[in-house]
């Protein structure tokens, strides 16, 4: 592997294929004295992540040709400054300490990554340009679904970004864009994953009977969070009483004497009248 750097080349290392970038990495800094936490390795435009292996990431200048002759790969390495290096190590060995980082490591991403890797609820004290960052915001709401609420607004509307955050807690749901809470897969998600999450799907999914129909169907106490349409709507709300009868404490007042709902909670409705 040639390591280039912005003013030429630096060296040569000779790696297995197997190998990943951490190991290359780890070499780069015994050959040049360059610490892990400042390199910043690139193949092509493609910025190397530390877990990839070498032979299923790096463009090949030189295919092998066996027996004797082996793979070249051209890497540039880009150089981070050893203040940011410090706090990327910092950040890795304890997350709690980017609570006191200063504004240059809240603006690096690749700080901020490391921290909300471990935390994603500390999104809320990157700055505004890294919160724009969407491999930042994966990582964050990897971690922690509700770190959807400190996620640039551009990306409370990504749709991966979003099923990511509610497939983690559902209750990130809020934090999303009208669109997103429009939207029948990321609600499915996020009402599979914490029932209470229908109250925040839009007005128009949660006014849907046949849309409705299967969350009541399954827990009858989501007739709390269907529209006030639905609610007055004795079909379903039969449905949930008869999946718990306490349902009956969320449906419309104008429908709490109807015959079909009184006979569900088991109540005669003579006796009623």
């Known amino acids: 592997v040639r390591i280039n750097g912005l003013a030429g080349q630096l060296c040569s290392l000779v790696l297995l294929g197997g ?38 990431t790096l463009e090949l200048l030189e295919a ?29 060995a304890d997350w709690a300490s980017f609570l006191k980082a200063p504004a240059e490591a809240r603006d690096c991403s690749d700080v901020v990554i490391e921290a909300v890797k471990k935390s994603g609820a500390l999104l809320r004290y990157a700055s505004a340009d890294v919160k724009k960052n969407r491999e930042v915001a994966l990582a964050a709401v990897s971690q922690n679904g509700l770190a959807l609420e400190f996620v640039d607004p ?45 109250q925040f799907a839009s007005l128009r999914l949660r006014s849907d009977f046949s849309f409705m129909l299967p969350f009541v169907s399954r827990d009858g106490l989501q007739v709390k969070y269907v529209s006030d349409s639905l609610r007055a709507d004795p079909e379903l709300v039969v449905i949930g009483i008869l999946k718990n009868r306490k349902a009956y404490q969320y449906c419309h007042p104008s429908i709490k004497y109807n015959s079909l709902i009184l006979r569900a909670m088991g109540i005669d409705p003579d006796d009623a009248a």
Not at 26 to 40: M, N, R, V, W, Y
Not at 69 to 87: D, N
Not at 181 to 194: G, L, N, Y
């Open 19 to 56: 190998d990943t970038v951490a190991t290359l990495k780890a070499q780069l800094s015994l050959q040049e004295k360059i610490s892990p936490s400042e390199q910043q390795l690139l193949s092509g435009e493609k910025l190397l992540e530390d877990g990839q292996r070498l032979d299923q």
């Open 64 to 92: 092998p040709e066996p027996p004797d002759k082996i793979a070249v790969a051209e890497v540039t390495l880009v150089r981070r400054s050893q203040e940011i290096g410090r706090w990327i190590d910092r950040v890795k």
């Open 154 to 198: 551009s990306l409370r509307d990504d749709y991966e970004v979003v099923l990511r955050a509610v497939a983690v807690n559902g209750m990130a749901l809020e934090f999303a864009s009208d669109r997103a809470k429009d939207d029948r897969i990321v609600i499915q998600t996020a009402v599979q994953k914490t029932g209470d999450a229908l």
